[in-house]
């Protein structure tokens, strides 16, 4: 076992990156890119693991180095990963300053940020400066679908690391062999989630998953009239509110109850300074507290909308994947449809329909991609392209 | 006369509702069915120009149970002479009945004139709806409006509600029903202008209103007004989101057949609004009410964006959505 076991049919990224490890080829900035479910943030960190291992063949597994990266405990790697839908100038200045410090262990100092396209063009200019001049043991793992999607001033500074999309087999031996899912199960879920691997073991482990990919998938079939559509964008948001409910309602609490605690009497912000009499400290504190309180709202409300944007993401990518099955269909392309279990209605559809409004079905969907990510209301959104996948 | 809501409709065999104001024309006739159906009558509705000569008779034939039908028939200015001659017939042998047996919406104005006049003759009930067109005339609808619904409206109040809420009477029925509701009856400057300071919407509807009812001039003059009074983009935006997604709601409610009450506790939204809006749907197509709700999710996003010019896209949401309902 060694840590590049997660990266999934990436064999050739593989070997360049244990040679780097090796010191062949080692630089201060890479970047990390490919399509969602690739395995961007699963490589960087593989990467930055074999950077700390101890072993002669960098990237063991087994050594304490190895072990506490991949746990996210080791001391010298620190791990971004923005919850909000941007990383400002402030937390790029904090990285920078922790950036600067040297390891304290033999190997690097090493910065990851995943999702580093949510850097806004501040926060990119500050990072630029740090990763122009690097401390000596420093390291930075910047994170990207594609490397457009950096400022060109960084991009031009890292040694790019391209990952591709898994082929289907690799996602299925790894479903088995990792994850003990049975066979149907794992071809079913690498089919569906088209070389995502983060979705496929989703969709592979989890019922309540995979009932909600079948109910998005049902859709097309049900957009009969104007109500039908308005009912079924209004059942997608209840449904996408309430996954995001549950994920995010524990943490939230969790995360409350905690920093009360760690202002102590068990409690409120207001009630930090009762019984104290005339303590200017107390009200000081009392006030830390409750702006203390209400940054961690703030970043948990931030965080609730990025989750909320990715499940309609997920939502809306299943979406287009009936539709991608159906223009396969329709131009015989002698490609494979990933949507094997929605067979019939797509042959239905693929044979009442032309190419051109099936185009224009996937295009409406990836103007509502573009509308959600501009902030539009999301249930109009979503009426809008019920009502235009309606009309084709 | 300038009718309110409530008004109550003595038995009148022939009656002619004669102006253009379209919402006491509505009312009129509303109040004439609402009479006719109290007492068990059946009620025929059509426009007089689909009238063929000789057709007339047989709509006013006893039903089977020997009741006669009260007729309503509008645009009867537009009607050819034979139509015409037939219709006057049909007055003068209604003029003993004792239950409303004909309706006649008339435009007013010169066209039509000699069948207004013999229907007056023979002792037709006149409803004057005349386009209300002087401030004094707007203060005493809303000063009826609110007299029916049972507030005070004092004169300042009056006045400053005229000023705020603009010309157009469902607007200002609309504004009156609103306070009414949500104050404790009484209204004064006061009170409007704590309502309408605070509810910068109100100018946001207006342009969404006069976007989907396909006014396009009208609609971009609101437009520009909204935008220079300090109406924030955003809320235009969302008035017209809403505006459209009613048309969507309403249109597919009553197209699965539901009715009154039902309808308005599945689209949410209350009685007035919902009449407002039937009107409205006219000449909408499902086609046109998706391409609307699409333009107005583009609006939406546009200024919530900050970067683009708010109020090009805002007058771009406009055209699309007056462009739209001309879609089949
Ligand atoms: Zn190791």
Redesign the interface.
């Known amino acids: 076992m060694t840590v590049f076991d997660e990266m999934i049919g990436q064999q050739r990224v593989v070997e360049s990156l244990r040679e780097a490890a090796r010191g062949v080829g080692m630089t201060h900035a890479w970047l990390f890119t490919g399509p969602p479910g690739s395995g961007r943030s699963v490589a960087a960190k593989a990467f930055a693991a074999a950077l700390q291992c101890a072993a002669a063949e960098p990237g063991c597994g087994v050594c304490a180095g190895c072990h506490t990266v991949l746990a996210g405990t080791h001391a010298d790697v620190e791990f971004v990963r923005p919850q909000g839908l941007s990383v400002g100038v402030k937390e790029a200045r904090e990285l920078v300053g922790r950036a600067a410090l040297s390891p304290s262990g033999r190997g690097w100092q090493v910065m990851v940020i995943e999702d580093a396209d949510r850097l806004t063009e501040g926060a990119a200019n500050v990072l630029l400066k740090a990763i122009e001049e690097p401390a000596a043991r420093t390291v930075w793992l910047l994170c990207v679908p594609s490397a457009e999607d950096l400022v060109v001033t960084i991009r031009s500074r890292c040694r790019v690391v391209s990952l591709r999309t898994p082929a289907a087999d690799d996602v299925v031996a790894m479903l088995q062999t990792r994850d003990g899912v049975d066979e149907t199960t794992a071809e079913f879920a690498a089919r569906a989630s088209a070389g995502h691997v983060g979705r496929a073991r989703r969709l592979a482990t989890d019922k309540a998953a995979r009932d909600r990919r079948a109910a998005v998938l049902r859709i097309p079939s049900k957009l009969s009239d104007v109500g039908a559509c308005l009912d079924a964008a209004d059942a997608l948001l209840k449904s996408v509110n309430a996954e995001v409910a549950e994920l995010t309602t524990e943490l939230d609490e969790a995360e409350t109850a905690s920093l009360k605690e760690a202002f102590g009497e068990g409690g409120s912000a207001t009630g930090l300074g009762r019984g104290q009499s005339g303590a200017a400290i107390t009200r000081g504190a009392s006030r830390a507290a409750s702006s203390a309180l209400k940054e961690l709202e703030g970043r948990q409300k931030s965080r609730a909308t990025r989750t909320t944007r990715d499940a309609l993401d997920r939502a809306l990518t299943d979406l287009a994947g009936f539709y991608r099955d159906v223009l396969v269909l329709q131009l015989n392309a002698g490609v494979d449809i990933a949507n094997t279990d929605r067979a019939t209605e797509m042959q239905a559809l693929a044979e009442n329909s032309s190419p051109e409004s099936t185009l224009r079905r996937l295009d409406a969907i990836l103007e509502c991609r573009v509308l959600l990510d501009a902030n539009a209301n999301p249930l109009l959104t979503l009426e809008s392209l019920m009502l235009r996948l309606r009309d084709g | 006369m300038l009718a309110p809501m409530s008004t109550k409709t003595k038995t009148a065999a022939v009656t002619v509702v004669v102006g253009e104001e379209e919402l006491l024309v509505e009312r009129a006739i509303a109040a004439c069915v609402a009479a006719a159906r109290a007492v068990g009558g059946d009620v025929r509705e059509l426009v007089a120009t689909e009238l063929e000569p000789g057709q007339l008779a047989e709509l006013t034939s006893p039903s089977l149970f020997g009741d006669e039908p009260l007729l309503v028939l509008r645009d009867v200015e537009q009607t050819g002479k034979d139509v015409a001659d037939e219709l006057i017939a049909a007055c003068r042998a209604a003029t003993d009945a004792e239950e409303a047996r004909l309706v006649l919406v008339h435009r007013g104005g010169a066209r039509g004139k000699a069948l207004l006049d013999a229907a007056l003759g023979v002792g037709g009930r006149r409803i004057d709806c005349a386009k209300v067109t002087k401030p004094g005339e707007r203060i005493d609808f809303v000063r009826a409006e609110a007299r029916a619904i049972g507030a005070t409206l004092s004169d300042d109040g009056a006045r400053a509600l005229v000023d705020a809420v603009g010309n157009e009477l469902r607007d200002l029925a609309a504004a009156c029903a609103q306070l009414g509701a949500d104050t404790d009856g009484r209204i004064d400057a006061a009170v409007v202008a704590r309502y309408y300071r605070g509810r910068a919407e109100a100018n946001g509807f207006a342009v969404a209103d006069r976007a989907v009812e396909g006014r396009l001039g009208e609609a971009l003059e609101q437009l520009r007004w909204a935008l220079a009074v300090g109406t924030a983009p955003v809320l235009i935006a969302?008035a017209l989101?809403q505006g459209v997604?009613a048309l969507?709601?309403v249109?597919?409610?009553a197209?699965?057949g539901l009715r009154g009450g039902d309808l308005a506790r599945e689209v949410g939204l209350p009685p007035w609004k919902i009449d407002r809006v039937k009107a409205q749907l006219r000449g909408w197509s499902?086609?046109g009410?998706?391409a609307a709700?699409?333009a107005?999710?583009?609006a939406?996003?546009?200024v919530?964006?900050g970067g683009t010019d708010a109020g090009y896209a805002l007058e771009k949401a406009v055209l699309a959505v007056v462009a739209a309902r001309d879609i089949r």
């Open positions: 969302s989101a997604r969507a709601k249109g597919s409610a197209s699965r499902p086609a009410v998706a709700v699409h107005a999710a583009e939406d996003a546009a919530k964006g």
